[in-house]
């Protein structure tokens, strides 16, 4: 789901940054976005370490490389 998520959040913020730069928003909704966009890159990041965790799990019981 982040994967599918950070995208449209990084668009998101790209946005607010702009209107921000025009004059037409304000820098809470700005740090928001970039805090959303932070979280889901923190979970993706997570999601990648759990998958490298769980492989390296059935490696070790099958005794090789997968």
Do not use: C, F, T
Request: zero cysteines; a negative charge.
């Amino acid at each position: 789901m982040a994967h599918k998520a950070l995208p449209e959040a990084q668009a998101m913020l790209k946005s607010m940054m702009a209107n921000y730069a025009q004059g037409r928003g304000d820098l809470a909704a700005v740090l928001e976005a970039q805090r959303r966009v932070h979280d889901l890159e923190l979970k993706l990041l997570q999601l990648r370490v759990d998958e490298q965790v769980a492989l390296a799990g059935i490696e070790r019981l099958i005794g090789g490389d997968l």
